[in-house]
Nanobody, 115 residues
Framework: QVQLVESGGGLVQAGGSLRLSCAAS????????MGWYRQAPGKQRELVAD???????GYAESVKGRFTISRDNAKNTVYLQMNSLIPEDTGVYYC?????????WGQGTQVTVSS
């Protein structure tokens, strides 16, 4: 089992910034991928960004150049720095940990961007 605890969501005006954090604990294996997904009202959950333990990253096209994912392996923590936020970024952001065939999710943190 892996437990994920997220923090850092909130309400921000368009153009502002937020930083999300997710700390993992439990049966952490050396090789894993951590990432952030989001779900807007009435829409499916989508990948925002992910990062391997070695630091390789992937981003959704909609956030490239505005969001940065990073991780601290010593702390088993992943971060999502979100800049130049727009109302379309509003949603519940979920932390994800995966190492095939296992996958775990955090409880989600709300991000609301006002126009």
């Amino acid at each position: 089992q892996v437990q994920l605890v997220e923090s850092g969501g909130g309400l921000v005006q368009a153009g502002g910034s937020l930083r999300l954090s997710c700390a993992a604990s439990g049966n952490i294996f050396s090789e894993n991928v951590m990432g952030w997904y989001r779900q807007a009202p009435g829409k499916q959950r989508e990948l925002v960004a992910d990062i391997t333990r070695g630091g390789s990253t992937g981003y959704a096209e909609s956030v490239k150049g505005r969001f940065t994912i990073s991780r601290d392996n010593a702390k088993n923590t992943v971060y999502l720095q979100m800049n130049s936020l727009i109302p379309e970024d509003t949603g519940v952001y979920y932390c994800n940990w995966r190492r095939s065939p296992n996958e775990y999710w955090g409880q989600g943190t709300q991000v609301t961007v006002s126009s």
